[in-house]
């Protein structure tokens, strides 16, 4: 069974530009989560999908940030204009049900220059 | 809100010694409680979990933790380290059921294991 996937691994751009990272998650797990890691900083919960709906988005920073879920299958996590506090890794995570433990990518290292 | 405290940053311990990362809580209802590993350029694995029942939970790679309610802590254990323990451990709270935050994690701020040979 494939894990959860994440890509790219690493992007690296400047400030104002536009960026969007992917997620997919385990075969049928309707769970999909982002969370963020600021350099220094904990682990913290972006939001939560239940396939193609936004279940709890009180994480996501501003409204710089859009995530999608299209069919209930991949994620995307759009960035747009990218600043430099955005910098950080961004981790998926998926599980089979809510409560269930959640199944990690291995995250997407962005570098804001 | 719920919340978790590593209070240790880094630890330091040498190959065979045991080892006991601790992790305190604030829920105000019964939590589902996680322990992640990550090592260096990898995702989360996940080390063991408590959802109820018995409090004593054992996980992958020889590890166990504790659940004890009355003083809000889930602490990591391990009998004897192998140098390829080395990685960073973070302790995860899950609300229960009820709510739309039913399965977000909150995570502790991490401790960094380092093993000497």
């Known amino acids: 069974e494939a894990g959860v996937t994440q890509f790219p691994s690493h992007s690296v751009i400047e400030k104002g530009q536009t960026v969007t990272l992917r997620c997919d998650p385990i075969?049928?797990?309707?769970?999909l989560y982002w969370y963020r890691r600021v350099m220094g900083k904990e682990i913290k919960f972006l939001l939560h999908f239940v396939k193609e709906s936004k279940q709890d988005e009180s994480g996501m920073p501003n409204n710089r940030f859009l995530a999608e879920r299209t069919g209930g299958t991949y994620s995307t996590l759009k960035v747009q204009p990218a600043e430099l506090e955005d910098s950080g890794v961004y981790f998926c995570?998926?599980?089979?049900?809510?409560?269930?433990?959640?199944?990690f990518g291995d995250g997407t290292r962005l570098s804001i220059l | 809100a719920q919340s978790v405290t590593q209070p240790d940053i880094h630890i330091t311990v040498s190959e065979g010694a045991s080892l006991e990362l601790r992790c305190n809580y604030s829920y105000g209802a019964t939590p589902y409680l996680f322990w992640y590993v990550q090592s260096p350029g990898q995702g989360l694995q996940l080390l063991l979990k408590?959802?109820?029942?018995?409090?004593l939970v054992q996980g992958i790679k020889g590890f166990e933790a504790e659940f004890k309610r009355s003083q809000s802590s889930f602490n990591l254990r391990k009998p004897s380290v192998h140098w390829s323990d080395a990685a960073e451990y973070f302790c995860?709270?899950?609300?229960?059921?009820?709510?739309?935050?039913?399965?977000?994690?909150?995570f502790g701020q991490g401790t960094i294991l380092t093993v000497h040979p």
């Open positions: 075969s049928g797990h309707d769970n």
């Open positions: 408590y959802f109820s029942g018995d409090t």
């Open positions: 995860a709270v899950g609300a229960s059921a009820g709510g739309t935050s039913y399965g977000k994690l909150t």
């Open positions: 995570a998926s599980s089979q049900g809510r409560g269930m433990p959640q199944h």
